[in-house]
Nanobody, 129 residues
């Protein structure tokens, strides 16, 4: 059974950093792409980042334009965790963040995807001074 559990959210000041974790189980994390998406109050979901299968290089990451250079997605296969390191955050990053997977074995992924067959319960990130 595929399971994903997000954690690490909280309140952070503008310009600050936060690291989200997505604990996975029920599948081999090296073989499949995993993505992060978010939903702010009153707004549509939007894809944030994704990481493709691990072909020996850890997996190719991809990002939506608004987070490029600020967010970093990575996987720790030994711990079965996908991380989203968020740096230099701004109030527009305030949202509930989710991780998801369609169990697709792809070497590149689309960071704008916001619908997955499997996803977690989300973790809230609030950026405010």
């Amino acid at each position: 059974q595929v399971q994903l559990v997000e954690s690490g959210g909280g309140l952070v000041h503008p310009g600050g950093s936060l690291k989200l974790s997505c604990a996975t189980s029920g599948f081999n994390l090296d073989y499949y792409a995993v993505g992060w998406f978010r939903q702010a109050d009153g707004k549509d979901r939007e894809g944030v980042a994704c990481i493709a299968l691990n072909s020996g290089d850890g997996g190719t990451p991809s990002y939506r334009d608004s987070v490029k250079g600020r967010f970093t997605i990575s996987r720790d296969t030994a711990k079965n965790i996908v991380y989203l390191q968020m740096d230099n955050v701004n109030p527009e990053d305030t949202a509930k963040y989710f991780c998801g997977t369609d169990l697709r074995m792809v070497v590149t992924c689309d960071p704008l995807i916001y619908e997955y067959d499997n996803w977690g319960q989300g973790t809230q990130v609030t950026v405010s001074s």
